[in-house]
């Protein structure tokens, strides 16, 4: 609770099974990106179970977990709300490190001060109409602190989280950018010489004029779409006063993920499945998701372990459409999937 | 003859053009008077408003003529700032004169139709001279109290009405949330509009303090609740209707932050643990009472019994003084003859002499 007086969200980036090192990445770039409101350096071990970790969330205001996990087919995130809240599953189509971004872009630029406040968080294309896109937008809504119109430094926003819903593929792209802003109608060196704590070198310089005239009215992107100019409302960083137009530009950091909503449950990783991308009407009765060696609450709704033998025949669809195998055929044994124990 | 006037004539060019230059190199700051157009201001007849108002254009003012100051292209020298003052300050008398020249005329035509009527003038003239001094005097009052409206409308309560409609909208935007529309995004403060696809959605946004936890029922009543919802659920008919519209309508707001009580297992357990809750505390309270009781009679033992230790010790201290005393009495004075002689006689059994047989 703070200025809003409203509560913080706070969240846990975790990692269940066995991950790869790609995975362990993506973990670590997750956490940055929740960043601050999230444990940096969470320390989890193999035994720790997901009931350990909603009992240690209570105590420490955690509200919402976010957890990565690997199959064969592909890696998988859910969002999950603390105590009792709704689990929604994301199947990761393709991702991309952080490392990855900053190897390709010319200039990466990360500094650390822009994390030590929360993203803004944009959403497009979710159809409100939709039970579970509203439910995807409200998710990612809440899962970052609400933003007071009237005290909100506007120097303080300087990260943004797009999420963008394509309505033919059914997947959300998952973008992160650092946000900066430019004054608008000066030439190039003035610019710099403004945003810049840099004192520019004028040794190849005849004149002082020089340096205002020959770096000309900005580079060829400066002639770029009128709706990336604004009027700042506040100060935004150097050079950029208030009441003074300004172009916001945006820099790729951090992660790249194509995610496609797979379904969603009542509770905590467990519970009655709202909704499943693959709508098989058997998959409405409370059902684990037998491929991901998570360990599943030992907090049961009301004793799922009696509903198991009756769903035998769904689970053998539900794997055979998921992972496009016969139950019996992979180097795992689907039976004996169910009596893995616990991670 | 004729050239000492020429030359006179340039030698005043020359001289002249020798000021001007000299002139020149003096900044307008220094050189001029301060401009009179700015009217001195009278700060202490001033609202709050008007004040700051008036520090708001000052500081506009100066920024812009700072600006006008260093751009180039407005650069004017002090001679042509002097040129222009004078040129602004001619075309004032000009008006002036032709204002007066105007009220000349009329005059004139008044004096025209002089004698009788020039009492009957000047009474016009002084009437309309009051009448024109009410109306403004009407006129400043009406502003004063519009002014005064507004500044106490910004204090008091038309302010919390504004406070209360901005809640209603905020509400209402709750509503609309709910059903599905836009919400509003980071709203900047300046008056212009964004344009925005009709898609996008922004992060949540407080526009006003609302009202928290309206009416939060008591958790007896939300086992009610529950019970009933489970009920409804197992009823096989529009069970599945139900369990699903429940199960969307509570995801959605557990998403967002409240909090849904609808386990009843889990209800009866926080039930139960505020029942132990409160039996516990009573207990404590009893049993603090009863120690306090116990307490308090112990106190009054060792009171009554100090009391009385007191009170002995007093008498013994008595006693002692007593003994003291007598021994410091000369008990002859109460062996006198006739009380001797009272004490022996024979057959008193008081005192004795002694035995008949005794030897002396």
């Known amino acids: ?343 | 003859m004729g050239c000492l006037a020429i030359d006179l004539a340039e030698i005043v060019c020359a001289n002249s053009r020798y000021f001007d230059e000299l002139v020149d190199l003096i900044p307008p700051k220094f050189y001029l008077p301060a401009d009179d157009n700015v009217e001195k201001q009278w700060v202490f007849g001033m609202t709050k408003r008007e004040k700051r108002e008036a520090r708001r254009l000052t500081k506009e003012h100066s920024k812009k003529a700072r600006r006008d100051r260093l751009d180039p292209e407005k650069f004017v020298t002090t001679l042509q700032v002097l040129q222009q003052r004078n040129e602004v300050a001619e075309a004032h008398a000009e008006k002036e004169e032709e204002d007066e020249e105007a009220k000349a005329e009329e005059n004139g035509k008044g004096d025209a139709e002089q004698a009788p009527v020039a009492g009957t003038e000047r009474v016009k003239s002084s009437q309309e001279l009051r009448e024109r001094l009410h109306k403004r005097i009407e006129a400043i009052r009406a502003e004063r109290r519009i002014n005064k409206a507004r500044d106490w409308q910004e204090r008091t309560k038309d302010a919390s009405k504004k406070r209360k409609k901005s809640e209603n909208k905020t509400t209402q935007a709750n509503k609309r949330q709910k059903q599905g529309h836009k919400e509003t995004g980071i709203v900047p403060v300046s008056s212009e509009k964004v344009p925005v696809a009709s898609d996008m959605e922004f992060g949540r946004v407080k526009i006003d303090s609302q009202k928290r936890t309206l009416n939060r029922k008591s958790k007896e009543k939300l086992l009610e609740q529950a019970t009933k919802l489970q009920k409804d659920i197992q009823d096989t008919e529009k069970g599945k209707d139900v369990a699903s519209k429940h199960s969307w309508d509570a995801a959605l707001s557990r998403a967002s932050g409240q909090k849904v009580f609808d386990n009843p297992k889990l209800l009866k357990q926080s039930l139960k643990r505020e029942h132990q809750r409160r039996e516990k505390s009573a207990k404590k309270w009893q049993d603090r009472h009863d120690s306090e009781a116990q307490r308090a009679q112990e106190k009054q033992q060792t009171r009554a019994s100090h009391i009385k230790e007191r009170i002995d010790a007093r008498k013994q201290r008595l006693i002692a003084k007593v003994c003291k005393l007598v021994t410091l009495i000369d008990l002859t004075l109460l062996f006198t003859p006739q009380r001797e002689k009272k004490l022996m006689r024979p057959g008193f059994e008081g005192r004795k002499a002694g035995f008949l047989n005794e030897a002396k």
């Open chain 1, 1 to 343: 609770s703070h200025e809003t007086g409203e509560k913080i969200p706070r969240s846990f980036v975790i990692g269940r099974g066995k991950l790869p090192v790609l995975l362990r990445n993506l973990e670590q770039d997750l956490r940055k990106l929740m960043l601050p409101h999230t444990a940096l350096h969470l320390k989890e071990s193999g035994k720790n179970t997901l009931k350990d970790f909603v009992h240690v969330a209570g105590p420490l205001g955690v509200s919402h977990f976010v957890i990565l996990s690997n199959t064969k087919n592909a890696p998988y995130m859910k969002v999950v709300r603390s105590p009792h809240g709704p689990t929604m599953t994301f199947k990761v189509h393709d991702f991309c490190l952080a490392a990855d971004v900053a190897r390709a872009l010319l200039r990466y630029r990360a500094p650390p001060s822009i994390f030590k406040n929360p993203p803004l968080v944009v959403l497009n294309g979710f159809n409100p109409a939709e039970a579970h896109l509203k439910l995807v937008t409200i998710m990612f809504q809440n899962i970052f602190p609400v933003i007071d119109v009237k005290k909100v430094k506007l120097s303080l926003c300087q990260r943004v989280l797009l999420l963008n819903y394509d309505k033919d593929t059914k997947v959300i792209d998952f973008r992160h950018y650092a946000i900066s802003a430019q004054p608008v109608g000066v030439s190039r060196g003035i610019r710099k010489l403004v945003q810049r704590t840099k004192i520019p070198d004028l040794r190849t310089l005849n004149d002082v004029s020089e340096f205002v005239t020959k770096s000309g009215y900005g580079s060829e992107s400066e002639a770029e779409n009128e709706s990336s100019r604004v009027t700042l409302p506040q100060d935004y960083g150097r050079g950029n006063p208030a009441s003074q137009q300004s172009a916001v530009k945006l820099h790729e950091i951090g992660p790249r993920m194509t995610l496609q909503l797979v379904k969603v449950e009542e509770g905590l990783c467990s519970g009655a499945v709202m909704f499943h991308e693959y709508g098989i009407e058997e998959n409405k009765k409370k059902n684990k998701k037998k491929e991901e060696p998570v360990d599943d609450m030992d907090v049961d709704m009301d004793g799922e372990e009696q509903h198991e033998e009756e769903e035998e025949d769904d689970d053998a669809d539900y794997y055979r459409q998921e992972v496009g195998e016969e139950p019996g055929e992979g180097k795992r044994n689907f039976t004996l999937l169910r009596q893995v124990p616990c991670f």
